[in-house]
């Protein structure tokens, strides 16, 4: 029997706009294993990013049941769920969201738990950045800063890493030399992987590409 | 790498903002140290000036008796008193020496003799020095005595010769000038009653006089300390300002931080540091500007001899823990708005 690493159970997250009640995500029901690479489409307010910060413990759902790794997030305390997040979650963003003042090695280092040094150094060599280390963002192009962004969401070996929109920025061969990366992991090291995308190249990589439209999953399609 | 070393690059990443705010800081601490520092070392001064003068009461010849001198007897009558205690006696005396009138005082307190040069033992005011062509060693004639100079005073408005007490009181046929003492009771009672058992002699009660000067340099003190933290405050209030900026431009690389797993307490504890460190590196580079402040004033007024006592260690270490404090203090609303941060609307900040 597999693991579960991402339970969602009848998740609803409602945002006041105006005097109307938009449902970001309505309902959603959503289990995600251990070792699964999946995609998540869908046109712009489909609830896409929102069911994203709601799995990545950086929003709260209105109402429903989310579980990550068995710890239902809500419960937890605002410190449990940053714990949470250091130790068992990785992001990647759509920008990078690199700290500009810090070198590749110190931004990967950021949100380490051991101060490993070394352990960084080698994350950054598995994904092509070898003697980069003291690169700042600026000196580095835009494939290598999002490199840099998932050796951090790497660093303290999450047990999910999420990413958002990761190849927006990136023109086709860094976008998929970048997809190439995240499906590398999720082989070699089973590491589990939702990336949400616009882009159909990019949802390819996944093994299981999820639609979704007004909060609620309209098609599944597993390879 | 951990948020203080973060923290530390931001004040590095905006040098040119961090040192604006810094020198809020570092004006009101140099202000706060020059005016605390020159008034503190004067009032010190005028202190141990008055303290000489730390009595209840002071018994002196009454005028009536032609004299400036009180004989053994007398003395001894007083010092005898039950409501007396804590006695300081001082004999004066003067001679003709070479057609002038040069006057002897004997001290106990050599320390309030102002050296220029030589030792303490027979010690000449430099008018003495002056007119007379004395220097150390020279020997002066007095009272069937020879006594040799031994130090010269910086002094120079009297003609004044101090030796020890006891060798006064000896050289004037054990009298005394006046006799100095505390009591426990009511002093002008006290002198009353003196007055009206022992004959031929003055009492005076003064404390209160003196009471008075130091009550007003420690009002001083606390006026200067007033507008002192001022300056400070306009400083304090720069911290604020920058720090609120700060967070204002770093919410998007806030949210990140929140979401790659730091705490609220975390992030709070970062900006506070920012904001101790403001404070702190302004209050060394103050202190330093506020003690060249002093040297430059010293100078200018001739306090060079109280220098020192207008750099008290409690004045140092002072502004600088409070500037660092009230920094820490003023970084405590932007910390808490750091750390109230929506991570989803910080996210989306541009």
Known sequence: MNNHVLEFRNVWKTYHMGDDLVNALAGLDLVLDEGSFTAVMGPSGSGKSTFLHVAGILDTPTMGVCRLNGNETVKLSKKEQARLRRNEIGFIFQRFNLMSQLTSLENVMLPMIDNDSQKAKEILDKIGLHGKYNKRPTQLSGGEQQRVAIARALINNPSIILADEPTGELDTRNANSIMQILRDLNMNEGVTIVVVTHNPVAADFADEIIHMSDGKIVNMASK | ?350
């Open chain 2, 1 to 350: 790498m951990d948020l203080y070393s973060l923290a530390f690059n931001n004040i590095r990443r905006r040098k040119l903002r961090s040192i604006l705010t810094t020198l809020g800081i570092i004006i009101g601490v140099a202000t706060i140290v020059m005016l605390l520092g020159v008034t503190t070392g004067v009032t010190s001064a005028i202190k141990d000036e008055t303290n000489k003068y730390m009595y209840d009461v002071v018994v002196t010849p009454a005028s009536s008796t032609g004299s400036y001198l009180m004989d053994g007897q007398t003395a001894s009558d007083i010092r005898n008193r039950s409501e007396l205690y804590d006695f300081r006696e001082v004999t004066v005396f003067s001679e003709d020496i070479k057609g002038d009138r040069l006057f002897f005082e004997g001290t106990n307190n050599w320390k309030d003799v102002k050296l220029k040069t030589g030792t303490y033992g027979v010690v000449i005011y430099q008018s003495v020095a002056d007119k007379y062509g004395y220097s150390i060693g020279s020997k002066i004639k007095v009272k069937n005595r020879e006594l040799t100079v031994t130090g010269i005073s910086k002094d120079t408005q009297s003609f004044y010769v101090f030796i020890d007490q006891s060798y006064a009181k000896q050289l004037a046929g054990n009298k005394v000038s006046a006799i100095y003492a505390s009591t426990d009771g009511d002093p002008k009672t006290v002198s009353e009653e003196i007055e009206r058992q022992i004959n031929g002699i003055s009492v005076e009660t003064k404390s209160e006089k003196v009471n008075e000067v130091q009550e007003m340099t420690g009002q001083a003190l606390l006026f200067t300390a007033i507008i002192a933290s001022v300056a400070l405050l306009v400083g304090i209030i720069s911290v604020i300002n920058t720090m609120l900026i700060s967070v204002m431009e770093r919410t998007k690389e806030l949210g990140v931080l929140k979401a790659i797993g730091f705490t609220n307490w975390e992030i709070k504890g970062s900006i506070l540091f920012e904001s101790g460190l403001l404070g702190f590196s302004g209050g060394i580079v103050g202190v330093i500007f506020g003690i060249i402040g002093i040297i430059g004033i010293a100078n200018v007024l001739k306090l060079t001899e109280y220098m020192y006592g207008m750099m008290p260690l409690w004045l140092i270490l002072g502004v600088i823990v409070g500037s660092t404090l009230l920094s820490v203090l003023a970084g405590l609303y932007p910390a808490m708005r750091a750390s109230k941060l929506n991570v989803v609307e910080a996210l989306r900040n541009e």
